[in-house]
């Protein structure tokens, strides 16, 4: 029997319900396949905290073993410990998380040597292709006449030693941080990064638990950044962090518990990287970004560069253009001293280093970075995704001072305003942001738009 990777095999990774759509048996093949198509006669693996990961990943390990590939096991770590690891031990890895999905899903990242991405375009496509066939005919023989060995090795130590050695916190005045890990790796990278700094820790749901007893695993979701709102708030902390599932991404608030946009994170920390490279630098950003972004790194003496959404694309850019950084409206935060790949710790050190550098609050501090208003990402179920991008063309083509472009759905800009209105890749929605330079404009662009989206 074939087996149905249509709604498994996304667009940047392997993700879906287990074991409605995928198992350990499936799993093994994946291993298989990932070595025959990146010819690996090595690979590291890491998991996060679900309940399914363990034996994924060691199904998935038992797959490569056969292909004759030695497996080095790093056991429980974050999505960015294992980029660590691949790009320190120059090996391709995998990485069992759904990230903030909820329990019953389980995925898969995967990376080649030096923590290169593995995209539909960068290989995905030919490890499904392979995946389907050997579903239903079984893996072949390997070539190899002895199967590859299993290691275990720990690398929390090295990431964060790594992680510290690219900010200077050496001077930073103590501060009070709340810390939401969400019941995911979080709580297991968290005490080894930030032991030895000026912090007073105050850990939220640090205890591992894949099934997010608390709240899901989604900083960007504003419900799940109640508790941590309320924390510093109680404790009067100069700021909080929450982490994400698999802890790559890493969402900020300040000291009134308002959240500060993932925008001026990157333009905050583009400002840093370009100052710790003698201010010259490209600094990459998905066109989701605000106007702040690139105004901040043209300031900063730097070359901004606008890209599609995804970090595979933003990986692509950094790599094509020795990017020093790169940042999406999303959280992720991608550092070419980190092999191009995403760390929302490191952009957590970065914020560190800017608030104990100075006396001021950092509610005060981002302000000169946060320009404008925006939106948020809003979502439209829409059958007919198509037909309602042209309506919106038409609806906005007459008008003046008026310019399209199409690098990743719509963007439509004005003077004062812009929008982005882009279909899902594997839902019938259309995602929408705006931004301008006022929240009345902001609002009416936006009710206008949804408008149309919803007719």
């Not at 490569?64 to 080095?72: E, I, K, L, S």
């Not at 790093?74 to 960015?80: F, M, P, Q, R």
């Not at 990431?159 to 969400?182: C, E, Q």
Request: charge should be negative; hydrophobic fraction near 40%; proline fraction near 5%.
């Amino acid at each position: 029997m074939v087996a149905d990777l249509s709604q498994l095999v996304k667009a940047y990774d392997v993700r879906g319900v287990v074991p409605d759509q995928w198992d350990e048996p499936l799993a093994e093949l994946f291993g298989a396949a990932f070595v025959q198509v990146t010819e690996a006669d090595a690979i590291v693996i890491g998991h996060d905290m679900r309940p399914s990961s363990p034996g994924l990943a060691a199904a998935f390990a038992r797959g490569a073993t056969g292909r004759g590939a030695d497996v080095t096991l790093i056991g429980l770590c974050s999505t960015d410990q294992l980029y660590y690891a691949s790009g320190a031990l120059d090996l391709p890895g995998a990485m069992f998380t759904a990230s903030h999905n909820p329990a019953r899903y389980n995925g898969i990242k995967l990376c080649r040597a030096g923590a290169a991405p593995v995209g539909q375009d960068t290989g995905l496509t030919e490890i499904r292709t392979l995946v389907e066939k050997w579903s239903e005919h079984g893996i072949p023989e390997a070539a190899a006449a002895v199967p590859g060995t299993v290691t275990e090795r720990e690398t929390l130590n090295d990431y964060a030693a790594h992680l510290l050695g690219l900010v200077d916190l050496s001077g930073i005045r103590p501060l009070k941080i709340v810390v939401d890990a969400g019941n995911g790796m979080g709580g297991h990278t968290v005490p080894t990064v930030f032991a030895g700094l000026p912090l007073d820790l105050v850990p939220m749901y640090f205890e591992l638990d894949g099934t997010f007893p608390n709240h899901e695993a989604n900083p960007l979701d504003p419900k799940n950044i109640i508790d941590l709102r309320a924390r510093v708030l109680a404790e009067e902390a100069d700021l909080g962090l929450a982490f994400d599932g698999d802890a790559d991404r890493c969402f900020v608030v300040d000291e009134y518990g308002d959240g500060v946009s993932p925008s001026a994170i990157t333009s905050l920390v583009a400002a840093r990287e370009l100052a710790r490279n003698g201010g010259k630098g490209t600094v990459i950003h998905n066109l989701i970004t605000s106007w702040s972004v690139p105004e901040v790194v043209r300031e900063n003496g730097g070359t901004p560069v606008r890209t599609r959404v995804g970090h595979s694309f933003i990986k692509a850019e950094m790599a094509a253009h020795g990017a020093i950084f790169g940042g999406e409206h999303s959280a992720h935060y991608y550092f070419r001293d980190f092999w191009n790949a995403d760390t929302g710790m490191l952009a957590a050190l970065h914020v560190l280093a800017a608030l104990g550098g100075q006396e001021g609050p950092l509610s005060g501090l981002v302000e000169r970075y946060d320009r404008y208003t925006g939106s948020g990402e809003i979502n439209s179920t829409v059958t007919d995704q198509a037909g309602r991008l042209s309506a919106i063309k038409a609806a906005y083509g007459g008008r003046d001072d008026i310019r399209f472009d199409e690098l990743d759905g719509l963007t439509v800009t004005s003077g004062d305003w812009w929008f982005n209105l882009r279909a899902s890749n594997t839902e019938p929605l259309l995602r929408l942001n705006v931004e301008a330079r006022d929240g009345k404009t902001m609002e009416a662009v936006r009710d206008e738009v949804l408008a149309l989206v919803r007719a």
